[in-house]
T-cell receptor
Framework: AQSVAQPEDQVNVAEGNPLTVKCTYS??????LFWYVQYPNRGLQFLLK??????LVKGSYGFEAEFNKSQTSFHLKKPSALVSDSALYFC?????????????FGTGTSLTVIP | DTAVSQTPKYLVTQMGNDKSIKCEQN?????MYWYKQDSKKFLKIMFS???????INETVPNRFSPKSPDKAHLNLHINSLELGDSAVYFC??????????????FGPGTRLLVL
């Protein structure tokens, strides 16, 4: 079965420190990987995606994510956290063997950046 | 202009009622989705339409009926509402690509509370 895991429900980090939000997946083939952010009472916003090529992907708002095929992980990172980064972060996976437009989302990680 | 819009933003109703949620996208996309986000923030796909054709229909009670009058609209009608239907419902859209690299764009959500 296809699945996406975000092992941490909550991540707290001090402002200015680096942050990491973890994501691992169990999907057949070589999937495409996405990160979305959800601010309170808002819809999900696209941050970045990995399709192919360089394992380090850069996205919006200074975020980047590192694809690790051997560990089937796609962790989200930012070198210096801002208070405004506090939000809910979702990892999503799109199996390339799937032709039914199916995206699988993780359960979300709530990031709190402490001033 | 909002890319993906949903109406209403909030919906409070009694058990047993029938209600509809509307979604419109002005991105020119050909694929639209409905997701349900429960109280634990878990996001699950319900339906997906491509060019007005249903292509994903997850295990959802048949009280839920999507309707796509055209490519830019995907409405969700819910009959005989139950307490467990209380959730945030997100509409999303994407432009289908044969290589599956498309990104989904989400609406702001409709917060449904069934009393």
């Amino acid at each position: 079965a296809q699945s996406v895991a975000q092992p941490e429900d909550q991540v707290n980090v001090a402002e200015g420190n680096p942050l990491t939000v973890k994501c691992t997946y169990s999907v057949s083939g070589n999937p495409y990987l996405f990160w979305y952010v959800q601010y309170p009472n808002r819809g999900l916003q696209f941050l970045l995606k990995y399709i192919t090529g360089d394992n380090l992907v850069k996205g919006s708002y200074g975020f980047e994510a590192e694809f690790n095929k051997s560990q089937t992980s796609f962790h989200l990172k930012k070198p210096s956290a801002l208070v405004s980064d506090s939000a809910l972060y979702f990892c999503a996976v799109r199996p390339t063997s799937n032709t039914g437009n199916q995206f699988y989302f993780g359960t979300g990680t709530s990031l709190t950046v402490i001033p | 202009d909002t890319a993906v819009s949903q109406t209403p933003k909030y919906l409070v109703t009694q058990m047993g009622n029938d209600k509809s949620i509307k979604c419109e996208q002005n991105l020119g996309h050909d694929t639209m989705y409905w997701y349900k986000q429960d109280s634990k923030k878990f996001l699950k796909i319900m339906f997906s339409y491509n060019n007005k054709e249903l292509i994903i229909n997850e295990t959802v009670p048949n009280r839920f009926s999507p309707k796509s009058p055209d490519k830019a609209h995907l409405n969700l009608h819910i009959n005989s509402l139950e307490l467990g239907d209380s959730a945030v419902y997100f509409c999303a859209s994407s432009q289908f690509l044969a290589d599956l690299k498309e990104t989904q764009y989400f609406g702001p959500g409709t917060r449904l509370l069934v009393l």
